[in-house]
């Protein structure tokens, strides 16, 4: 009926779903809007805390940057990759992303036996700096901005603005640091040991929640269309092709929400009589 019941139920939905099935993380599942994706976070939030369920906007921006857009930089794989290697925590392909990386900004081709050496004593020189650095001290007993300059002055900036397009013009390169930088002190806040904040930044444990413009590309099990209004959807052709977008990001389950507050639900109706003339079957409610 309302928007708050909105959450309400869709917390309860995804509560039961991880509940009822032991392989089905949270990461497992996304919840796309339309437009104004704060505002549904500061919706929803409450209603997804009281069941003791994470959820990541990935569009908040951390210095500057989406974090949507963070995760998918380089400089942001390298230097998750290399803080990996360095706290032992092999989740992922961290040696891959890391050897690559040197490999594109020292120009080394690991294909042959030289660079391959090469490479790898890169890699192991840097991990061993960055790991001796850390020593035994746990997340909240680092210099966020120390340990992040220190893995700077081996593999420079200067080096990714040459090697890689994007960075060759403009602030990104520096505000994609200053992102990472801002995001990481952010989930060592929430973390004990370096696994636990490596994994809140990778969102392993929350619900996603984004645009549906924004997950192009990606793919979830479970996909939920939040707010299923006619002020979100419909409106025109480029509507059609966003809800089209949406739908291809589920592997397995889609689930649809709307609310009776919002400015009309018409096309809920529409939808409902297209999919039943296409010869979709509905279960009795």
């Known amino acids: 009926n309302t928007r708050n019941d909105e959450g309400l139920h869709l917390a309860e939905f995804i509560h039961n779903e991880l509940a009822q099935n032991d392989n089905l993380n949270p990461s497992d599942i996304v919840v796309l809007a339309r437009i104004r994706v704060d505002d549904v976070e500061k919706r929803i939030r409450d209603a997804f805390q009281n069941k003791e369920i994470k959820i990541r906007n990935e569009a908040r921006a951390v210095g500057g940057i989406a974090i949507q857009d963070l995760v998918k930089e380089r400089i942001y794989e390298f230097l998750i990759a290399v803080l990996k290697l360095a706290t032992n925590v092999r989740v992922g392909s961290p040696f ?9 900004v020292r ?6 036996d030289r ?3 090469d490479s790898l ?3 192991r020189n840097l991990v061993e700096d960055i790991g001796s650095f850390i020593g035994s ?6 210099s966020m901005d120390e340990l992040v300059d220190r893995v700077l002055t ?3 900036a200067n080096e990714f603005l040459r090697a890689y397009r994007e960075y060759s013009g403009g602030d990104r390169f520096m505000d994609a640091v200053a992102g990472f930088k801002e995001f990481i002190r952010e989930c060592t806040n929430e973390s004990s040991t370096w696994e636990n904040c490596i994994s809140n930044m990778e969102g ?3 619900v996603r929640l984004m645009t549906i413009h924004k997950s192009k590309g990606l793919e979830y099990h479970t996909v939920i269309f939040l707010e299923f209004n006619d002020d979100s959807f419909w409106g025109n052709e480029d509507d059609v092709n966003v809800f089209f977008v949406a739908l291809s990001r589920a592997r397995e389950k889609i689930r649809f929400s709307f609310t009776k507050d919002s400015r009309g639900f018409n096309n809920v109706g529409t939808f409902i009589k297209n999919l039943q ?3 979709v079957k509905f279960l009795s409610p």
């Open 115 to 117: 660079g391959h050496s």
């Open 96 to 104: 891959q992303v890391c050897r690559d990386i040197v490999a594109d």
């Open 121 to 123: 004593v890169i890699v």
């Open 154 to 156: 081996k593999i420079t």
């Open 107 to 112: 120009g080394i081709d690991i294909n042959t």
């Open 137 to 142: 001290r746990g997340p909240n007993e680092i």
């Open 277 to 279: 003339d296409a010869g």
């Open 204 to 206: 392993n444990d929350s």
